[in-house]
């Protein structure tokens, strides 16, 4: 009951921040209302017994992509005649909830069908340090070097990217 | 119940694709994408705590990473787009056309 009371806070929180995301027209505000979003998100992960995943939730995303992101935003330092006159923003908002409220409504209707579950919060370790670990290097040791990888070439591409600085300056 | 989880990735993820098809300021789509693979996240850790495995977390790890990876490539080409042309308007993306 308690944990049901938790998930409905937590669902309509996140909600409202995705919705003031989409809605401000600062773009500093609009992170601001996502961090909402993304700490609500790890709260959800905690109830479905995801302990690591939660972890890494606040201090990766809500941590570190969300600062750079605001590091970016304060570092451009976005005046109101910076923003791009949003006019149409209204009807493609309008239309766009037309086109997607069907496709929502025909997979929330599979998703009902689905064998329901408990969401009862497991013990035994289940999404615990130890045990994701282990299967990460375990069973997911080649995706886990790909990633690596990635990350280095996202590194060089922001190097070249960014650090670029033209004759005369 | 399972289903309310995954009920609330399904309307994330659609307020994500209407944020990325209603708005032009660059860091607002941006971060609308993120709202998306947020969504993704929650559906891949609901089946991981339906079916007791946690192969869904990884995947959710490694989707975090990803985005990370994402986050720094996106904000350096928008730093460049305001050092050239000094706006933040997604239409201007359109000079990329070859």
């Avoid at chain 2, 928008?78 to 997604?90: A, E, F, R, S, Y």
């Amino acid at each position: 009951m308690f944990a049901e009371l938790l998930f409905f806070g937590l669902a309509v929180m996140a909600v409202v921040g995705a919705i003031g995301l989409i809605l401000f027209k600062h773009p500093m505000n609009g992170a601001m209302s996502f961090v909402v979003t993304l700490i609500s998100l790890a709260g959800l992960y905690a109830l479905l017994s995801a302990k690591l995943m939660f972890l890494v939730q606040l201090i990766v995303y809500a941590g570190a992509i969300m600062s750079l992101i605001v590091f970016i935003i304060m570092f451009l330092n976005i005046q109101d005649r910076d923003l791009p006159d949003e006019k149409g923003r209204g009807m493609f908002l309008l239309g766009g909830a037309v086109i997607i409220t069907p496709i929502a409504w025909f997979l929330h209707k599979i998703v009902k069908s689905l064998p329901g579950s408990t969401t009862d919060i497991l013990g035994g370790g289940f999404g615990g340090v130890k045990e994701v670990g282990l299967l990460l290097f375990k069973n997911w040791l080649l995706p886990f070097e790909i990633v690596s990888i990635l990350l280095l070439v996202a590194l060089i591409g922001a190097v070249v990217l960014a650090g670029k600085r033209e004759d005369g300056k | 119940m399972i289903s309310n989880y995954l009920t609330l990735s399904i309307i994330l993820f659609s307020l994500g694709i209407l944020g990325v098809i209603s708005r032009r300021n660059v860091f607002t789509v941006f971060m609308s994408i993120e709202l998306m693979l947020n969504a993704a996240n929650l559906a891949f850790i609901s089946f991981s705590r339906l079916h007791i495995s946690m192969d869904g977390q990884i995947l959710a790890l490694m989707v975090i990473a990803v985005a990370a990876a994402e986050a720094s490539l996106a904000l350096a080409v928008v730093i460049l787009l305001h050092k050239h042309k000094g706006v933040l308007d997604t239409n201007i993306f359109s000079t990329l056309k070859g």
